[in-house]
């Protein structure tokens, strides 16, 4: 490991002007190219203090053993030279996608004497017209297939388009009707040209005026009463419908853009691009890549753009490109996309509109992409033996931790605190065994008392169990239990605080399992019913850092439990941090062992997320009528219609009460002495007007509405000002 003092350049030998810089490591192998507006400013970020870097800077710096760079003029050539040396020595330091070249698209070899509609992978050729990519190439033989009966162009191969013409016989093709059988001389040149050019068109979205032409043929073959040229026609009309439906308009205007969007999390990131061309989505494709760099969004949509665009000119850069995030500064890119073109190029963020529609779709492909490839990765049985293996190696266990428990706190500014707990089970989820907490033992916010009350409770239970069934592995743990509190059975806060994974309460002490998954094989009582908090983990994960992990390790060590290792994996920087120890452990970036802790806590927390904004979204529509014994929601509902609103409600009489089918005396008795108690809410204001709206009260909650006239329920937090966890 260098240290990069060792080989730092004196400022004032870097040159303040833009230019490309690359660092080598000890055997002059090239690991990282940048660019920079100036080097001077650029290269000195990367030759601070080794502890105030990025790990993956610091990782990159420690490798190198030396810089260098050149200068050119402009931004602009900047990033022409960074995009051309990553592609020249392919560092290992710098984000690459993968897979560029593997996308077929359906090409026609213009620059033939007879044009040929062939499916092409691969570099492109100069005077061969593109259109795609395609995700498959079955999708464009498809297409194809549909089009030949009305354009016959060719589609065999030289070899055989020259054994037809020597022979004086067409292919199947050409008797058909599918192939014109230029090779036999049915049509000449120039008309076989033509019906390329036709082809092309069409495929360019240039449909509207072609129809129309057919279907005034179709009309006038029928009025001539050539029935059976009406009908072909008619036939060519709705094969040519038919292929236009596999491409349905998604922008209008005939809108030819590329639309870019990018899914990531810590180490890696999934780019979707969508190719509209006439106002239809032509073609798609996407890449996965590993974040290697401390890179931004706006970044990645960089590297995508020269990944998209270094190899295109002229009309295969579109006029518009639609991204997530510009990249910073967006001018130089810009104005190196309007130089590929030939022409302007806008390259914008959609913020209304089918484009914004569109964007979100394209998003949202992304985020599955990514999805997927976790899913993948995660499914190998191999690759989640080896993250085990390297998670005990890191945390020094002394067996792989097949059974690992995840925890995580969240709210939204101190109200609606919970918890999750998630398992993981020989590096797979087991969600029968998700459990849900509600944090009662103190109100407000605060992660570690939080994560403290969690694992006591959860832990608890677990000795508890062990106590009924007599499974002690120690004679101290009974007196541990006792020490340091009441039992689950005794616990005040324990009694139906714990929810299930559909966020129901349960009625017990402990939660039954979440309805999606079966309970484990074995792990049942007496009765049939699945043992509760039985199986001890053999490492409690926590979301957090250093003060949370020595809250949970606090938990076990005062319920006497010593034998379950305990860790947390904060956010920020991916580090693991381990109980009493000052300095956490930094697992490689490319560590399968990281890569499944980060699975468990991206899955305890969305698991806790949800389950805080359920009983957020409740609380906004609790009613007064909540609180009266024995109604249920069809009789509320029943009252509010008849009344209109609890405000009219709380002002009726017993006996107009009664009027409700459904609603004797007692009920109706019971109702106004509830609402006379409640506290009657405040008015509905809508905000950016000022205006009360009490006349439009209706069950509950009163609402306000915001600066956008949007009704928002009285008192709910603005998420735009507030910060939920």
């Given at each position: 490991?260098?240290?990069?003092?060792?080989?730092?350049?004196?400022?004032?030998?870097?040159?303040?002007?833009?230019?490309?810089?690359?660092?080598?490591?000890?055997?002059?192998?090239?690991?990282?190219?940048?660019?920079?507006?100036?080097?001077?400013?650029?290269?000195?970020?990367?030759?601070?203090?080794?502890?105030?870097?990025?790990?993956?800077?610091?990782?990159?710096?420690?490798?190198?053993?030396?810089?260098?760079?050149?200068?050119?003029?402009?931004?602009?050539?900047?990033?022409?030279?960074?995009?051309?040396?990553?592609?020249?020595?392919?560092?290992?330091?710098?984000?690459?996608?993968?897979?560029?070249?593997?996308?077929?698209?359906?090409?026609?070899?213009?620059?033939?004497?007879?044009?040929?509609?062939?499916?092409?992978?691969?570099?492109?050729?100069?005077?061969?017209?593109?259109?795609?990519?395609?995700?498959?190439?079955?999708?464009?033989?498809?297409?194809?297939?549909?089009?030949?009966?009305?354009?016959?162009?060719?589609?065999?191969?030289?070899?055989?388009?020259?054994?037809?013409?020597?022979?004086?016989?067409?292919?199947?093709?050409?008797?058909?009707?599918?192939?014109?059988?230029?090779?036999?001389?049915?049509?000449?040149?120039?008309?076989?040209?033509?019906?390329?050019?036709?082809?092309?068109?069409?495929?360019?979205?240039?449909?509207?005026?072609?129809?129309?032409?057919?279907?005034?043929?179709?009309?006038?073959?029928?009025?001539?009463?050539?029935?059976?040229?009406?009908?072909?026609?008619?036939?060519?009309?709705?094969?040519?419908?038919?292929?236009?439906e596999k491409n349905a308009v998604v922008l209008a205007d005939a809108t030819d853009a590329d639309l870019i969007a990018v899914a990531e999390d810590e180490l890696e990131a999934a780019v979707q691009i969508f190719h509209v061309r006439g106002g239809r989505v032509r073609g798609q494709r996407g890449w996965v890549t590993d974040k290697v760099e401390d890179v931004t969004t706006g970044a990645l949509v960089e590297h995508a753009l020269q990944q998209l665009y270094?190899?295109?000119?002229?009309?295969?850069?579109?006029?518009?490109?639609?991204?997530?995030?510009?990249?910073?500064?967006?001018?130089?890119?810009?104005?190196?996309?309007?130089?590929?073109?030939?022409?302007?190029?806008?390259?914008?963020?959609?913020?209304?509109?089918?484009?914004?529609?569109?964007?979100?779709?394209?998003?949202?492909?992304?985020?599955?992409?990514?999805?997927?490839?976790?899913?993948?990765?995660?499914?190998?049985?191999?690759?989640?033996?080896?993250?085990?293996?390297?998670?005990?190696?890191?945390?020094?266990?002394?067996?792989?931790?097949?059974?690992?428990?995840?925890?995580?706190?969240?709210?939204?500014?101190?109200?609606?605190?919970?918890?999750?707990?998630?398992?993981?089970?020989?590096?797979?989820?087991?969600?029968?065994?998700?459990?849900?907490?509600?944090?009662?033992?103190?109100?407000?916010?605060?992660?570690?008392?939080?994560?403290?009350?969690?694992?006591?409770?959860?832990?608890?239970?677990?000795l508890a169990e062990k106590e009924r069934t007599g499974e002690w592995a120690e004679d101290g743990a009974e007196n541990a239990s006792t020490e340091s509190g009441p039992t689950a059975q005794s616990d005040p806060t324990a009694q139906s605080d714990l929810t299930t994974g559909n966020g129901s309460p349960s009625p017990a002490v402990d939660a039954d399992p979440a309805p999606d998954a079966a309970p484990v094989n074995g792990f049942k009582d007496e009765d049939g019913r699945p043992k509760k908090f039985a199986y001890p983990p053999q490492l409690v994960v926590v979301d957090g850092g250093q003060p949370q992990v020595a809250a949970a390790r606090r938990a076990l060590d005062e319920l006497g439990i010593d034998d379950i290792a305990v860790c947390g994996l904060a956010k920020r920087l991916e580090e693991v941090w381990l109980p009493e120890d000052d300095d956490p452990v930094v697992l490689p970036r490319t560590s399968e062992g990281l890569y499944l802790l980060q699975r468990i806590r991206d899955e305890a927390h969305r698991f806790a997320i949800t389950y805080q904004r359920t009983k957020r979204a409740k609380r906004f529509r609790s009613s007064p009528l909540d609180d009266v014994p024995g109604l249920g929601e069809t009789r509320k509902q029943a009252l509010i219609k008849h009344f209109g609103s609890v405000k009219k409600l709380r002002s009726a009489t017993i006996e107009q009460i009664q009027e409700v089918p459904g609603i004797g005396r007692k009920t109706a008795e019971t109702i106004a002495v509830a609402l006379a108690q409640a506290a009657p809410a405040a008015p509905a204001v809508n905000t950016a007007t000022g205006e009360i709206m009490d006349d439009r009260e209706d069950e509950a909650p009163e609402t306000t509405a915001d600066a956008s006239g949007e009704p928002v329920p009285a008192g709910a937090p603005d998420d735009r000002r507030g910060q939920e966890r």
């Open positions: 490991m260098a240290d990069p003092s060792s080989y730092r350049p004196k400022p004032g030998q870097i040159p303040d002007s833009p230019g490309v810089y690359r660092f080598r490591d000890e055997h002059r192998r090239v690991i990282y190219v940048g660019k920079a507006k100036s080097l001077r400013q650029r290269l000195a970020n990367y030759f601070q203090d080794l502890a105030s870097l990025h790990p993956r800077t610091r990782t990159m710096v420690t490798t190198a053993a030396s810089v260098e760079w050149t200068v050119v003029s402009t931004e602009v050539e900047a990033l022409q030279l960074e995009y051309s040396w990553i592609k020249e020595y392919d560092p290992r330091f710098n984000v690459k996608y993968r897979d560029d070249k593997s996308y077929p698209y359906l090409a026609v070899t213009m620059n033939e004497e007879f044009p040929r509609v062939q499916v092409m992978r691969g570099h492109k050729k100069k005077g061969v017209r593109y259109f795609g990519p395609y995700g498959h190439a079955w999708a464009i033989r498809d297409t194809v297939d549909l089009l030949l009966r009305v354009f016959p162009v060719r589609t065999c191969s030289a070899g055989v388009f020259k054994n037809a013409a020597r022979t004086g016989r067409p292919c199947l093709l050409g008797y058909i009707g599918k192939c014109s059988a230029p090779c036999v001389g049915r049509v000449e040149p120039d008309e076989h040209r033509e019906l390329a050019e036709e082809f092309c068109d069409f495929m360019a979205g240039r449909t509207g005026t072609y129809l129309r032409r057919l279907e005034q043929r179709m009309t006038e073959a029928a009025e001539e009463m050539e029935y059976e040229r009406a009908a072909r026609l008619r036939d060519d009309i709705e094969a040519l419908k038919k292929a236009m270094g190899e295109e000119t002229g009309d295969a850069v579109p006029k518009e490109v639609l991204v997530p995030a510009l990249p910073e500064p967006v001018e130089p890119v810009q104005e190196w996309l309007t130089g590929r073109r030939g022409s302007n190029v806008s390259l914008r963020i959609p913020q209304r509109g089918d484009k914004k529609a569109l964007m979100e779709t394209v998003e949202r492909n992304a985020q599955q992409a990514l999805a997927l490839h976790k899913t993948k990765r995660a499914s190998d049985l191999t690759t989640r033996s080896r993250a085990l293996e390297e998670i005990a190696d890191a945390l020094d266990l002394d067996s792989a931790p097949l059974r690992i428990e995840c925890y995580d706190i969240s709210h939204l500014q101190g109200d609606d605190v919970v918890a999750s707990m998630v398992v993981f089970e020989d590096g797979l989820q087991r969600k029968s065994e998700y459990r849900r907490f509600q944090i009662k033992g103190f109100a407000g916010q605060d992660d570690v008392r939080s994560m403290h009350e969690v694992i006591t409770r959860r832990f608890r239970r677990y």
